[in-house]
């Protein structure tokens, strides 16, 4: 029941005074993933610049100072061009990182088709992948880090796909396999890296280690240390290693 200082309404239906013209609808969401940008509209003068070239001279930079140094701002200057202006080719830091990993995924020299050898396949990619990791010394830990799902990045996963399709395993224990695969070399990868950061930290590692196993606390590593030999070139190292893998890679998986 209206109250007493309600106005009457007159009789008949009654137009609203005026109609709001309805919104424009919202500009959608740009991707989150760089890979689902274009790299130009197509409009406007040709760019100056290109993801290739951008992320070339992020790599000359971190392959001389390490990936802390890379910023917008050191590619910028690195290619002649403002902070700012870099920004439309490449919206944000994370999207220069996939860009340089993409661009060193392009390194591999990777055969038109698998030879049918799965192991002599699996150990020329895993070696490939370690000349790869020691020109950049920065990359491991950005694999690590970041997925690869860049065109030169789902290059090398059809590659190995197809090289471990004659195992049987279904695709998610390729992948799978894939994985643990990459991880076993970016790790090896980056032990190397420490080890090379000085001798010093070498010796130390030695003598702690015998002492660790002359104290009687781990038998197991004192057998291990006493079977062992002299240390291990690196490069058989690896290989011992890698085929090590491999044979776990193609092994069949047991559903539990």
Partial sequence: ??????PSSPAGPTEPESAEPPGKPAPPEAPELIWLRPERTGRGPRPAHSRDSI???????ADAEG??????????????AGTMSLYNYVPKKEHLLDLMLDAACAEYRLPPGPSGDVRADLARLGHEQLTIFRRHPWLPA????????GP?????TDHFLAV???TGLPGGARMEAMAMFNGFICQFAQYEQTAAAGAKWQ???VGYLTRAAMSGDYPNLAQAFATSGPPADPDRAF????DRVILAVLAPTTER
């Fill in 1 to 6: 029941m209206p109250s007493s200082n309600t």
């Fill in 142 to 149: 950005l694999v690590v880090a970041r997925p690869g799902i």
């Fill in 164 to 166: 471990t399709a004659p």
């Fill in 152 to 156: 030169n990045a789902l290059r090398y």
């Fill in 67 to 80: 990936l802390e140094a890379v910023s917008m701002r050191r590619v910028a200057a690195a290619l002649g």
């Fill in 239 to 242: 290989d011992r290693s890698l």
């Fill in 203 to 205: 010796a130390e590692l």
């Fill in 55 to 61: 992320a070339a001279a992020a790599i000359a930079i």
